[in-house]
């Protein structure tokens, strides 16, 4: 947090640094990001990405989209459109803060996208299949991710019954975990826990942490077993069929 001198803030610990939250999915052939924050472009130098097929958005909340300029390097070295999956409200959101992308005469050297509209139905990108889950912000509808037995959420603090049926039999979770303290839109880290039980799941990470969660290692050990707290830069590899 800037200006911030907590112990987590001050922390020596890598795992206490954390950016804002993202994943990189990768097959064989298909590389595809869900959401773009504003620390993209440190998260793509970071980890070397060469390669970037897609982009998927959750939900239009600027620590979300803000990166979304920084894939023109992808454009540049691919020569093609990066592909950009999102829902109506996302649609809405960057539309209006990247209006230069839309423009019918375009400037040199900004952003190229083929956007596709999403709902609640499964999609494609390369040879991903990808089945959205609808959960909730609040009020804020917005989609969580499964990628065969991985299932990846975020900003949500309510999920219908019907959507969880579609996160049951995931063997890895991801799900937003704030802190310990009550929040208007995020599952707390107890909510978080309850949700991984109820819903049986053998492998569980918490993302979207506040600095007010607590030290990475304090807060590892009073997890259960099969939960973890993730970090920048974890790398799962996804069970097959
Ligand atoms: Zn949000
Ligand atoms: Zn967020």
Not at 167 to 185: C, D, F, M, P, Q
């Amino acid at each position: 947090m800037i200006g911030c001198d907590c112990a987590i803030c001050s922390s020596e610990n890598e795992k206490d640094k954390r950016l804002r939250s993202s994943i990189l999915v990768k097959s064989k052939n298909t590389s595809l990001v869900v959401d773009t924050t504003p620390d993209f472009r440190t998260q793509m130098l970071r980890e070397n990405v060469k390669k970037l097929d897609a982009v998927i958005f959750t939900h239009p909340h600027k620590d979300h989209i803000a990166g979304l300029d920084d894939i023109k390097a992808y454009n540049f070295f691919q020569q093609k459109p990066v592909e950009v999956y999102a829902n109506t409200l996302t649609e809405e959101a960057l539309l209006r803060d990247f209006y230069y992308i839309f423009t019918e005469k375009k400037y040199p050297g900004i952003p190229e996208i083929n956007l596709h509209l999403i709902s609640d139905k499964p999609f494609m990108v390369g040879d991903i299949p990808v089945i959205p889950i609808l959960v909730y912000h609040l009020k804020m509808p917005v989609l969580g991710f499964r990628f065969g037995k991985f299932t990846y959420i975020t900003d949500a603090n309510r999920i219908e019954e019907v959507e969880k049926e579609k996160i049951k039999g995931s063997e890895i979770l991801v799900v937003n975990a704030l802190r310990k303290k009550e929040h208007i839109s995020h599952f707390t880290l107890h909510e978080a826990i309850e949700l991984v039980e109820e819903l049986r799941i053998p492998i569980a990470y918490f993302t979207h942490i506040s600095h007010q969660l607590g030290l990475h290692d304090d807060i590892t050990n009073e997890l259960p077993a099969n939960m973890h707290l993730a970090y920048d830069g974890l790398q799962i590899t996804i069970p097959g069929e």
